[in-house]
């Protein structure tokens, strides 16, 4: 049951790493995700003194972006729009980066699935759904343990140093301190994607700040009714056939 989430996991922290890479000055060669959930993401022309950026990227992102998506969760608009965000972001890196065939094949039709659900589902369970997407992001370094602390890890077979000891050649320390480091922060950013959460609609706000935010207006997009996003945006514009009548003018039967 887990196995198309894992797999999620493992597209993002990848994604991550590409990007991270794009960020530094290089590019990204491909990525790939392999049926063993493990996946590898092949770059080049990064600045060579930022590479320890790109080889941080992949547990910082993931657990960055698994904070904002929890942030949102408890919103009107954040399930859905996020699950949609995440199909096209699927859609986009099959056309551009992920080479592999079970990697093409698996994210293309994990997007699918996610965009439909996006599309169709009610609204509890498309929450239930997001929040799953969500947490499984965040907390990749830990579903990820193993790897993080062991001497190498297996990718489709072979054996590869892991990021943490990619971390320790690059900026120094030790492997161990990094995985460390990049376990607490996950958790960190898990708890605080939970507890810092943006309120529904109608719901108290858990904090001061939250509350100031929501009186004056910060989520109304996040919380607004089912409508066109020009219209939510913008407010609607008074039709001739959706003004009051004027009672001077006013007919009856």
């Not at 990848?14 to 590019?27: P, Q, R, T, Y």
């Not at 399930?79 to 972001?89: C, E, K, N, S, V």
């Not at 009610?122 to 990820?144: E, G, K, P």
Request: proline share 3%.
């Amino acid at each position: 049951v887990l196995y198309p989430f894992t797999i999620f996991s493992t597209w993002i922290h990848e994604v991550c790493h590409g990007l991270a890479a794009i960020m530094v000055g290089g590019s990204i060669e491909k990525l790939e995700v392999f049926p063993d959930t493990s996946g590898l993401a092949t770059f080049s022309g990064a600045d060579s003194n930022r590479l320890a950026f790109v080889a941080s990227a992949g547990y910082q992102g993931t657990a960055v972006i698994g904070m904002l998506l929890l942030w949102i969760r408890r919103t009107k608009r954040g399930p859905r729009a996020g699950t949609m965000a995440i199909a096209l972001m699927m859609f986009i890196s099959v056309a551009l980066w992920v080479r592999n065939a079970f990697g093409i094949a698996f994210i293309l039709g994990l997007g699918a699935v996610l965009g439909i659900s996006a599309w169709y589902l009610s609204s509890w369970w498309l929450r239930n759904l997001y929040v799953l997407l969500a947490v499984t992001c965040a907390l990749n370094a830990i579903t990820s343990i193993q790897a993080l602390f062991g001497s190498t890890h297996q990718v489709n077979g072979q054996d590869v140093t892991t990021d943490a000891h990619a971390m320790a050649d690059i900026q120094g320390g030790t492997s161990t301190m990094w995985a460390l480091l990049w376990l607490f922060l996950a958790l960190g950013l898990a708890l605080m994607g939970m507890i810092f959460a943006i309120p529904g609609p109608e719901e108290p706000a858990d904090f001061t700040l939250c509350g100031m935010c929501q009186d004056i207006g910060c989520f109304y997009i996040c919380n607004a009714k089912g409508q066109r996003l020009w219209t939510t945006l913008f407010g609607k514009k008074q039709n001739v056939e959706d003004s009051p009548t004027n009672p001077e003018n006013s007919n009856v039967a």
